[in-house]
């Protein structure tokens, strides 16, 4: 309002533009362009657009903008160029200067020009916001399925792990949760009921080894079932396709004698029953040799996938082995009918963090509705810090994720040691009898690798609910 182009060393509201040199009862000792009144201008753009540095000279950077109020521009000049940022209505536009990378919202983008949808933004003040209502975790205090289980038939089991929950049509009072037992050969998948979601019986194999030569004989790892509903707090009910069946999607090995032999593969199942699985496609979906192009964060491996069924499109979430780092991150692939798929063009859509509980691996995803809050919820296990721990992430379309960066459930919260090593590869289920939520988890620590179980409330209290 006074004209002023430069920042004055102080400013006096109520002094016109011939008081401004004053200061220091001296008529001109106020000086006119003051690096310390500058100071805001440097805090503006990471205040309001989260623009900051995450490596000497901008080379790394990122951008989590504030999503409140209209629009806001910034410039920042770099030794590699200026970087320009513009926050408006519609979207989000930022000019990257090439030998520069921005991280925004968990993905990486190079030099150039990229222009995000305001729509899809989640600011990380967000994520913590969101995340409150998954915090607080009650630990039970062993297995519910044991690393040894016994099964009629399959004598040597030596590990179970990834745990998945589901329901049958027209019995809501039994849950099922499929798993895999390895047995020093190889994966197989089995079954398990129960009414009270703590207690497990009837063990039994739901899926075997395929036959030799074939991209499963290694090993079968049932789990990506297709919902009714994908709401968090829906029941885990399968769904029925027109000609009376179900459909999962399943990982795979080829080879045996050897725990997760490398490169993993993705098959097709179906069952008549829910109980009893079998290859539904001779050939894998999804491999490292394709379909598409292959790049080089999927290029060594190819591991379990998810499946989401939303406005007749099917996501296949699924992460994948990048070496020589051997690091994990989670990508997603797109079907119209379940048979053929097409990989995103901007995966993966997770990466691995510079720094925190995931600076190894992003894996694993299990995704679901959020009716109440309008978004999507994620959760995902991250390995850092020595150890793998239970993640979450948030987004509005399947595609742009922003995560929470700190775990949910950390390796280690149960003190009897359970989960001491690795907490990861969670199945979350809602039960309305007692208003609970159970994540169960493969919880390796001093007893071994099986099948653990958390709970949003005490299991005191649930044993007396329920």
């Known amino acids: 309002e006074t004209g002023a182009t430069t920042f004055y060393e102080a400013f006096k509201e109520e002094e016109t533009i011939s008081d401004v040199a004053a200061f220091y009862d001296r008529p001109f000792a106020r000086s006119l362009c003051h690096a310390w009144s500058a100071g805001p201008c440097a805090m503006y753009p990471e205040i309001l657009l989260g623009v900051r540095p995450l490596s000497n000279g901008w080379k790394d950077w990122t951008c989590s903008p504030l999503l409140e109020g209209s629009s806001v521009t ?12 513009h926050l408006d209505q519609t979207h989000l536009r930022v000019s990257v200067p090439a030998g520069t ?47 040894n289980p016994i099964i009629a038939g399959h004598e040597g089991i030596q590990m179970t792990d990834v745990p998945t929950v589901f329901q049958l049509p027209g019995n809501d009072e039994k849950f099922y949760m499929s798993f895999i037992g390895f047995d020093g050969i190889g994966y197989q998948s089995f079954i398990a009921e129960s009414y009270d979601l703590v207690e ?34 829906a029941p885990r009910l399968l769904k029925k396709t027109k000609d009376d069946r179900f459909l999962s999607l399943y990982g795979a090995y080829a080879e045996k004698n050897e725990y997760e032999a490398d490169p ?3 098959g097709l199942a179906s069952s008549s029953d829910g109980m009893h699985w079998q290859r539904e496609k001779d050939e894998s979906i999804l491999s490292i040799h394709g ?3 292959v790049d080089d964060w999927e290029k060594h491996s190819i591991y379990q996938p998810w499946l989401v069924e939303h406005n007749g499109v099917y996501y296949n979430f699924y992460n994948a082995k990048q070496m020589p780092e051997w690091i994990e991150q989670i990508g997603i692939a797109t079907s119209q009918c379940l048979y053929e798929w097409d990989r995103h063009s901007d995966n993966p859509i997770i ?8 600076t190894q691996f992003c894996s694993d995803a299990k995704v679901f509705w959020d009716e109440v809050e309008k978004h999507w919820v994620m959760f995902f296990y991250g390995v850092g810090r020595g150890a793998a721990h239970i993640m979450i992430a948030f987004s509005k379309d399947l595609i ?7 775990p949910l459930y950390q390796a280690g919260g149960n003190p ?3 989960d001491k090593k690795y907490a990861h590869k969670v199945s979350i289920v809602y039960n309305p009898r007692n208003d609970t939520f159970y994540m169960y988890y493969c919880a390796v620590g001093d007893n071994g690798r099986g099948i653990g179980l958390i709970t949003s409330k005490p299991l005191s209290m649930i044993a007396h609910d329920s």
Not at 351 to 358: A, C, E, H, L, T
Request: charged residues 25%; hydrophobic residues 30%.
């Open 74 to 85: 910034s410039e920042i000049h770099t030794a590699y160029g200026t970087i320009r940022v």
């Open 101 to 147: 990378t921005m991280k925004l919202m968990n993905k990486n983008y190079e030099g150039g020009v990229h222009c995000i949808p305001r729509s899809v933004l989640i600011s990380s003040e967000m994520t913590k916001q969101w995340s409150k209502k998954y915090r607080g975790w009650h630990y039970h205090d062993k297995h519910v399925i044991p690393p």
């Open 200 to 233: 497990w019986t009837n063990l039994r194999l739901a899926m075997g080894y395929g036959e030799e030569g074939e991209f499963d004989h290694g090993g079968v790892v049932l789990g990506a079932y297709i919902y009714e509903s994908y709401n968090i707090d």
């Open 264 to 266: 993993g593969y993705q």
């Open 291 to 293: 379909p598409g192009e």
């Open 351 to 358: 990466s691995v963090n510079k720094d925190g509980f995931d």
């Open 400 to 406: 742009h994720w922003e995560r929470d960066t700190t």
């Open 416 to 418: 009897s040691g359970l």
